[in-house]
């Protein structure tokens, strides 16, 4: 027997959606000696936040962070959603050990640890979750049901350039790694939702196509057909970043993944017909927070620039659903063309299908242990002059060789 849940009309709570719809919500996060981090607090997590600086500088620490901080908050705001609903017994618990030692974190942790994560309401209501001493502390006050958000999150690791192997053949026990699992998982729901997807800067399509007893992923044109597996690396890492970005800019639908989680917690604890939601879902604030390591692996600084563009394009100009997007990168070429997108939107013109509003971009170095902002706010462009650093050191070699 399918169960479904029946939320209430939104006239029944209509008097929510003025006070829900308007609420801004902003993020901060303060990291202290956790792996190669020293210390970074960022007052104000943009809706699009760049990271650059050498390997094992920080940034997928950071980026992974963030990301299990945005999961504990999100748990709140489902069990808070819960006891709001009359289920005062919580389904689930928190156990940071648990969660360190799937992130890969055990060993990043230090006595001394600290991690605070706050979520700030219209500069008045705020709810932090912080880790101290060791231990996860509680939330310091139950979210209220005007602040309740629906945060569905997405971590594009750079481990996706594996999903070619495993629409392959999946060895039989395999253990492809925490980071691995979220992205394929999310690669299966938006292949089988979208189907095929046109990458106009390759000139080609990537397609699914069923046949027989297995499931091909295919990349094809005009003149030729290649499994997935067969393409270039620069192509294998492209498809799945692009696919799942749209999967959830366009397609994915909410109230399912909504619905699908209450009902799993419910029937854990056996308590569906106690079940007396407070709130509708469509009046409950929704977004997607998207973070992708090094989108611009195996490609050529054109492509690189080429994808930005399209991940823009989908994720904040085409987009259906609320989207924020962290990612790192190495790429010089990306953080220069962020200033091509920026010039763009304020002269009104687009890029490729993309602008940045400098205003909601924020671009950090990550450099000995913390981070260090690359944005020139009175001329609204990203400070690149220490990116040059390297080319202009050969270009001065290569001078001093030339006198000899």
């Known amino acids: 027997m399918e169960l479904l849940l029946k939320i209430p009309s939104v006239n029944y709570f209509s008097y929510l959606c003025s006070l829900i719809l308007y609420c801004v919500m902003k993020e901060s996060i303060h990291i202290k000696n956790f792996g190669a981090i020293k210390e970074i607090h960022i007052k104000e997590i943009k809706p699009i936040t760049v990271l650059i600086g050498e390997s094992a500088s920080g940034k997928s620490t950071f980026m992974k962070v963030l990301t299990l901080f945005r999961w504990l908050y999100k748990m709140h705001n489902i069990r808070a959603y819960l006891r709001s609903s009359k289920i005062s017994k919580s389904p689930f618990r928190f156990r940071m050990e648990t969660y360190l030692k799937n992130c890969g974190f055990e060993k990043y942790l230090k006595k001394d640890t600290e991690i605070t994560y706050t979520v700030c309401f219209d500069d008045e209501r705020h709810y932090s979750i912080s880790f101290l001493k060791g231990k996860l502390g509680k939330i310091n006050d139950e979210i209220a049901t005007k602040d309740l958000r629906y945060n569905k999150l997405s971590f594009i690791s750079e481990t996706r350039n594996l999903i070619p192997l495993w629409t392959d053949k999946t060895p039989t026990g395999a253990n492809w790694g925490y980071y691995f699992e979220e992205v394929l998982n999310d690669f299966i729901a938006a292949s089988d939702t979208l189907r095929t997807l046109n990458i106009p800067f390759f000139d080609l399509q990537f397609a699914v196509k069923k046949e027989k007893n297995r499931t091909r992923y295919v990349v094809q044109n005009s003149n030729y057909e290649l499994d997935m597996k067969d393409s270039s690396s620069g192509i294998q890492n492209v498809i799945p970043s692009l696919l799942i970005a749209t999967y959830f800019a366009h397609h994915f639908d909410y109230e399912e993944a909504f619905n699908r989680t209450i009902l799993n917690y419910l029937s854990q604890i056996d308590k569906i017909a106690d079940f007396k939601p407070v709130a509708n879902l469509g009046e409950v604030k929704k977004h997607i927070s998207l973070h992708?390591?090094?989108?611009?692996?195996?490609?050529?600084?054109?492509?690189?620039?080429?994808l930005m563009s399209a991940l823009i394009a989908t994720c904040f100009i085409e987009n259906k659903n609320e989207l924020n997007l962290v990612f790192s990168t190495h790429s010089p070429y990306i953080?220069?063309?962020?200033?091509?997108?920026?010039?763009?939107?304020?002269?009104?013109?687009?890029?490729?299908?993309?602008?940045?509003?400098?205003d909601n971009l924020a671009v950090y170095q990550v450099i000995d242990g913390g981070v260090e902002s690359l944005l020139i706010e009175e001329q609204r462009i990203v400070n690149t002059n220490s990116l040059s650093d390297t080319i202009n050191d050969i270009y001065n070699q290569y001078e001093e060789l030339n006198k000899l």
């Open 292 to 306: 992708i390591e090094e989108p611009e692996l195996s490609l050529f600084p054109d492509a690189q620039c080429d």
């Open 335 to 358: 953080i220069n063309y962020l200033n091509l997108l920026i010039k763009a939107y304020d002269k009104n013109q687009f890029i490729a299908g993309a602008r940045i509003n400098f």
